[in-house]
């Protein structure tokens, strides 16, 4: 069984973020969803109902509506 999850984001112009950058370094700023982080669990119960085994597990990040800065400092 495959699981789709979509969404869409429109963003207006008009926006302005301001920061100090530190000496020697690059400010790198995106605005955008970044959605919420999760992590998912596969499992086959056993026969018998006493038991189960994974089957398969990861990470996912799912859409939200919610929009904001993300703001990061590097050297190079």
């Not at 207006?12 to 999760?38: A, D």
């Not at 006493?50 to 929009?67: H, S």
């Amino acid at each position: 069984m495959d699981v789709k999850i979509g969404a869409e984001i429109g963003v207006t112009t008009g926006h302005e973020y301001r920061r100090e950058i530190g000496r020697g370094k690059y400010g790198h700023l995106q605005y955008g969803s970044w959605g919420y982080k999760t992590t998912w669990s596969k499992y086959e119960t056993s026969a018998d109902g006493c038991g189960k085994k994974l089957l398969k597990k990861g990470r996912a990040t799912l859409p939200t509506a919610e929009t904001g800065w993300r703001y990061g400092e590097t050297s190079s």
